[in-house]
Structure formats: C-alpha cells, structure tokens
C-alpha cells in the first residue's frame, strides 16, 4: 500500500511533527517507504506476536534501525525462559 503524503495540509504535517508508528511484522520493503516519508528517528513500536520468535524480533529491530529509524520492540516476558535469553536478545537489537 503507498500513501501520497504530499496531500497532507501544512497545519496537520505540523501537528504531527513528533509521532510514532506501530507495526506489525513489517516487510523490509514498507520499512523503506515509510522511511521516505517520515523524520529519521521516527519510534517504530514493533508488535510481538506469539508466534514470531525473539530472534525474528530483534532481525526486524535491526532492519528498522537500518533505515534510520527508532525501532521499539514490545519485549514479552514469556518468550524469554531465563536472564541470560534476555540479555542475548538486548544484545541484539543494541
């Protein structure tokens, strides 16, 4: 899906100015259109469904980073049975 952002009207782009995103298993190729369209730094809050794995998470952090955006990664605690899982997976995404 693309969006023509250029239809927006100033006063709303404005309003807009520092917002966030949410998503939801995003495709390397709609993290690029969106990086085209938004600051760099843009927060990027990114869904852990049950069954995308913490290693699967932290490859689409990585990819978000890539395109200069701030990736936000909702870090559940099930899918991490011990301390030591959760450091790797941070380690990851640092």
């Known amino acids: 899906m693309s969006y023509d952002f250029n239809l927006i009207e100033r006063p709303y782009i404005d309003l807009l100015d520092d ?9 390397r190729s709609e993290i690029v259109e969106v990086r085209e369209h938004v600051n760099h730094g843009t927060r990027v809050y ?3 469904p049950p069954k995308l794995s913490p290693f699967e ?14 990736p936000v990664p909702h870090i559940v605690a099930r899918a991490y049975p011990n301390r030591g899982s959760l450091d790797d997976f941070l380690s990851r995404i640092s």
Do not use: G, I, M, Y
């Open 57 to 70: 998470l932290a490859d689409l952090a990585r990819e978000v980073r890539l395109a200069n955006l701030e």
């Open 46 to 48: 990114l869904s852990a």
């Open 19 to 27: 917002f966030s995103l949410e998503a939801t298993l995003p495709k």
